[in-house]
């Protein structure tokens, strides 16, 4: 057994979910039926103020839910952002196909899937197209807009597959070869980093074809791909994710199996490169409780970093301050097996965007989408009508685009942006 797969990459296709709750407040009470000139022209003065607000535009909030911390000090409702969601440029949707993105501008994005698109401020063509089905891409990084990096896994007939690094150099994309883990294996990269033309790294997993699953990291010199050894704090551990600073400040977050009890339970893992090697973080036990898993990593710093994923049937969130990992209670949702938090976005500002899904009573899926102000946590509604989850969010560009997967079968991947 491979064990679970980051949820980005199931190829189960939700059912269809209800409408979102009623957003609506409260009906106010019914005015007087008898006023006198007075009443009546503060009445026209506060209809004329509501409406004015209204043309300034009032966007899509579903509802505010308080998440709180021992650290929190606030108890009101989130205030929620500004203006959140923009109006896509023609084309930016319909012609899109892919479950990840990545980019610099808004002139200047990547997407990945069956292959890989660019969109150039105007619409979106097809960049590198694999020549096989099975070259299998799984997360795209850019570094500067001749520096790109893709990575998946290369199939072949049998069980042995061979870590996919694909570059793009300014002009062309090719293909760059990277070591096995395990020779005979399967051998996957499923994240991708970088903070320069020297210092990228591609986390996944390899199985042997008789052992246990185990981690895999690989960096880039500028020359050559190398696997980087590494503790393996937990058996059947996989990187999901990984987050390059600098060449001595890279993270990497994952999840491995322990026995509780007699019971074998997922249990996130962290680990920490320091410029000479690699180290595990502690990060909070979740086994007392049913387990975790950690599928994405986001930070603007080596001192503020989210790690977001599901913990024993809800939503799991957690913040690196420099000191310790801690975690962040996320919004209440009907407790499930299937609800997570796919991928994680943090801004400079401090505000943090996370996006999932979560299954409701009906055993549907619902796109999930939160905000983070320091403070509490703001839910808001998707604007997608066909949206059945959420898979990764990025910040390009002062924006934060959102790709995700369609409700209904044979539907188009999806993409829309935030603006705050």
Not at 63 to 90: E, L, M, T, V, Y
Not at 389 to 416: K, N
């Amino acid at each position: 057994m491979m064990g679970e797969q980051r949820p980005p990459y199931t190829s189960s296709v939700p059912q269809t979910p209800p409408p979102f709750p009623d957003s609506r407040p409260p009906s106010e009470s019914k005015e007087e039926r008898h006023r006198g000139l007075p009443g009546r022209v503060k009445l026209l003065t506060i209809l004329l103020v509501v409406l004015c607000l209204l043309a300034g535009g009032v966007f899509f909030l579903l509802q505010s839910w308080h998440g709180s911390n021992s650290g929190s000090s606030s108890q009101g409702a989130a205030q929620a952002p500004s203006k959140p969601w923009c109006a896509a440029p023609q084309g930016l949707s319909t012609d899109f196909s892919g479950f990840g993105i990545a980019g610099h501008s808004s002139h200047d994005v990547w997407s990945i899937g069956a292959g890989i698109m660019h969109w150039d401020g105007q619409k979106w063509r097809v960049a590198f197209r694999p020549i096989s089905s099975q070259l299998v891409l799984r997360d795209i990084v850019e570094i500067a807009p001749d520096n790109v990096w893709a990575v998946g896994e290369q199939l072949t007939n049998g069980f042995a597959s061979h870590p996919l690094t694909v570059h793009y150099d300014g002009k062309n994309w090719s293909v760059v070869s990277a070591p096995d883990g395990t020779a005979g294996g399967k051998n996957t990269l499923v994240a991708v980093s970088g903070s320069a033309s020297d210092n990228v790294w591609a986390v996944g997993f390899q199985v042997p074809a008789r052992g246990p699953l185990t981690s895999l990291i690989e960096h880039w010199d500028g020359q050559h791909w190398t696997i980087v050894k590494h503790p393996e704090p937990l058996s059947g551990l996989q990187f999901t994710s990984v987050k390059a600073f600098t060449s001595n400040d890279v993270w990497a977050v994952g999840y491995g199996s322990v026995i509780r009890g007699g019971k074998s339970l997922n249990q996130p893992v962290i680990e920490h490169w320091n410029g000479q090697s690699w180290s595990p973080v502690a990060s909070p036990d979740l086994t007392p409780s049913g387990g975790g898993t950690l599928y994405a990593l986001d930070g603007t710093s080596s001192d503020n970093l989210w790690a977001v994923g599901s913990a024993s049937n809800r939503l799991l969130s957690e913040h690196w301050d420099g000191q310790s990992w801690k975690i962040i209670d996320t919004p209440a949702v009907p407790p499930d097996s299937s609800n997570w938090l796919a991928s994680v976005a943090v801004s400079s500002s401090g505000g943090v965007w996370v996006v999932g899904r979560v299954r409701d009573g009906s055993n549907a899926f619902q796109p999930f989408i939160a905000h983070w102000d320091g403070h509490q946590w703001q839910v808001l509604q998707d604007s997608a009508d066909n949206a059945g989850e959420l898979d990764q969010i990025t910040s390009i560009d002062g924006q934060y685009w959102i790709v995700g997967i369609p409700r209904s079968s044979g539907g188009h991947a999806f993409i829309h942006v935030l603006c705050p």
